[in-house]
C-alpha cells in the first residue's frame, strides 16, 4: 500500500471521528431552545458536553491539517471554491466556542439568552454547511486543467446539495437526543428519549429519498448500478437497529447504532470517491486524485512516522476523557445562583 493511500484512509478515518463525535454535541447544541424549559435545563444540558466539545474539534483541525500536508492541492481547491461557506463556518464555530465558555460567567438573563442564540446557530450552520460541501463534493464541481474551482456560491446551493445538509442536521439532532437521554435524569431524559422516537420516521423517510437520489446526482454509486452494495446496506441495518433499540429502552444501544450510522455515512462518501479526491464535472481527466493533489513521498513518510506515536496518546487521552466524565449530570447538581434581569 503506498503513501497516498494510507494517507486519504487516515483523512477518512479524522473525518469520521469527527462527525461521529461532534455530531452529537452539534446536536445537543441545536437542541437547546427545544429541549431545555428553563436556565438550569439549559445548563444541565450544556454540562453534558462540556467535558468534550472542544476535544472533539481536534479532529477538524487535525483532518484540516493533514489534508494540508499531505494532499495540498485538495486543500487549496476544497478552501478556495469553498472559501464563503467555510469562513461561515468557522465564525459559527467561533461563536459557538463563545457562547459555551462564557454564557456561565455572565449572570444577565439578556446575556445568557444571547450565548444560547450563538450556541444553537453555532450548531446548526456547521451541520448544515457541511452537508451541502460533502454533497457538493460527491456532485462533481467544475473544477478546470489547472486543479482550480470554476463555480460560483449559487450553483454550489442546489437543492440536493442543501437537501444534502438538512439530511446531516437532522441526524445529528437525533445523535445529540440519543446521547442527552444517556447524559441527563428525570424529565429531561423523558423528553429526549420523546425527541429521538419522533424524530426517527422523517428522518428515516428524508434520508432514504437523499440517498435514492444519489443514484442519479452523485459519483458515489457509479460501479454498482441499483445494487446498494455492502457499507449502505450495513448503514441502513444500522439506522432500523437504532429505532428497536429505542422502542426497547436500549438507549446506549440506540445511541451506538445512529453513531456507526454517522460512520458507514462518512466512509461511503470516502469509498466511493476513491481514488478520486475531488471529481470535476467539467472532464473526469481534470479529477483532483489521491496522486495528482499530493505531497511528495517524502513527506508522506514523515508525516506517517510521526502519526504512528502521536494519534495512539490522542485516542488513549480523549477515551480517558470520556471514561471520566461518563456520569449523568442532574438538576441538583447544578448550583443554584441568581440571574439578573
Known sequence: MDYQII??????????GYFVLEGFDFGVGILL?????DDIDRRVVLNTIGPFWDANEVWLITAGGA?????????????????IP??????ALIF?????????KM????????????????SFLPALLWGVAFTNIVQGLPIGADMNFTGNLLAALNPYALLGGVVVVLIFMLHGALFLSLRTTDNLKARAEKIAKTMWWPIGIVTVVFAVLGYWQTVLFDGLGLVPGTLPTLALFTFIACFVFMRLKMQGYAFASIALTILLGTAIIFYGLFPNV???????????TIYNASSSKMTLKIMTIVALFFVPIVLAYQGWSYYVFSKRITRDAIPREEVKL
Not at 475531488?278 to 483532483?288: D, I, T, V
Open 7 to 16: 494517507w486519504f484512509i487516515l483523512i477518512a478515518i479524522l473525518f469520521i
Open 33 to 37: 431552545p427545544f429541549i431545555a424549559k
Open 67 to 83: 489534508m494540508f500536508a499531505a494532499f495540498p492541492h485538495w486543500y487549496a481547491t476544497l478552501f478556495s471554491g469553498f472559501y
Open 86 to 91: 467555510l469562513f461561515l463556518l468557522l465564525l
Open 96 to 104: 459557538r466556542a463563545v457562547g459555551i465558555e462564557f454564557r456561565s
Open 107 to 122: 449572570k444577565q438573563t439578556l446575556w445568557r439568552k444571547t450565548a444560547d442564540q450563538f450556541i444553537f446557530w453555532g
Open 278 to 288: 475531488m471529481p470535476s464535472s467539467l472532464n473526469e481527466a481534470y479529477n483532483l
